[in-house]
């Protein structure tokens, strides 16, 4: 079985008893609009423990909230699982439009299809962001996006959210894969850079 299916076997097998089946087939269908990556599929899980919350019980929408987030976290690791995009680990300030307020906050990683925004206090799942990034010579490249997932600090791991971009123009998309392009490659530089030097200390 599939990523998919497994969590839609979950979410039947703990609202069978409680809800109608309209409702069940409406959270299945959450799911199912779910992208085959971890991000989307802890969006539809927070969505779907929304409406449980709203329509059944704040108690049973926890708890399928956290059966559904340990399952996907565990698939994380399943071989064979790709991302969509490709992430580029990066330290870049950032301005992150909230509810009216903005925010200079900082990049832990980037790719096409998302970022990663350090903060503290990180934008609830499900909050709408508008998103600045800087480049060199004064421009921005302007988009849109929507809070997937929520990460507390642990390890090594900064505290901050995952940002899905959504509705990106075309334009503003061949900026970003022009920057996420460049930032790869000054990684891929750097980190051959600081496996060199060991070696020339050597000689």
């Known amino acids: 079985m599939d990523v998919k299916v497994d969590l839609k076997n979950i979410i039947s097998e703990q609202l069978v008893e409680v809800a109608s089946s309209f ?40 708890k399928v909230f956290e059966i559904l987030s340990l399952e996907i976290e565990n698939r994380e690791l399943t071989p064979g699982t790709r991302r969509k995009h490709v992430r580029v680990a990066l ?27 350090k903060a503290e206090k990180p934008f609830p799942a499900g909050s709408k962001v508008e998103i600045s990034l800087p480049l060199e010579g004064g421009s921005h490249i302007h988009l849109r996006g929507i809070v997937v997932s929520v990460k507390d600090s642990s390890g090594e791991i900064s505290a901050g959210m995952g940002i899905e971009f959504r509705e990106v123009r075309d334009d503003e998309r ?23 030097i060991p070696a020339q200390a050597n000689d």
């Not at 925010?103 to 990683?109: A, S, V």
């Open 23 to 62: 409702f069940i087939e409406k959270s299945l269908s959450i799911m199912d609009q779910s992208a085959e990556n971890k991000e989307s599929f802890l969006y539809a899980a927070d969505r779907i423990s929304k409406r449980i919350a709203l329509f059944i019980d704040t108690d049973l929408a926890k």
């Open 174 to 196: 061949k900026r970003l894969r022009c920057f996420v392009k460049n930032a790869s490659a000054q990684d891929t530089f750097e980190s051959r850079k600081a496996k060199a």
């Open 91 to 117: 330290c870049h300030r950032v301005y992150v439009t909230y509810n009216g307020e903005p925010y200079e906050l900082y990049t832990g990683n980037i790719s096409e299809g998302g970022v990663y925004i």
